[in-house]
């Protein structure tokens, strides 16, 4: 059987796609090249299902959630914080997991960021 080997891409709708994508390199580190290719570090990837009415990803609108993992949870949220961003008060830590937190980005989309464990 053929297995996919990664994620290849990601995509959103935008009312303002260069603000946006803007948004996310200023506020996020994203830095992508004109054709939206980024490189990101290794590391692991989670692909999980939830229930049609679950609350986790923000708005019941929102169908999917993107997940970024980062080095310093703390010092991302502080970050994101200092630039004027929608961040969550809320900060979960799964024991052998890590660490979470979320941001909505200009556009209204809940953005979930992971400190994975040591």
């Known amino acids: 059987m053929e297995r996919v080997l990664g994620i290849g ?3 959103l709708r935008a009312t303002d796609p260069e603000a946006l994508t803007a948004w996310y390199r200023d506020c996020l580190g994203l830095d992508t090249d004109q054709h939206g290719l980024w490189h990101p570090e290794p590391g692991p990837t989670v692909f999980a299902t939830f ?3 679950t609350d986790y990803f923000g708005s019941p609108t929102q169908q999917t959630m993107l997940n970024f993992r980062v ?3 703390d010092a991302m949220l502080t970050q994101l914080r200092d630039k004027g961003a929608d961040v ?3 900060i979960q830590d799964m ?3 890590g660490r979470f937190g979320w941001v909505t980005d200009p556009e209204g989309n809940r953005l979930e960021l992971w400190q994975p464990a040591a």
Request: aromatic letters at 14%; glycine letters at 14%.
């Open 9 to 11: 891409g990601y995509f």
């Open 51 to 53: 229930e049609p009415k």
């Open 71 to 73: 080095r310093d949870l």
């Open 88 to 90: 969550s008060p809320d």
């Open 95 to 97: 024991e052998g997991v």
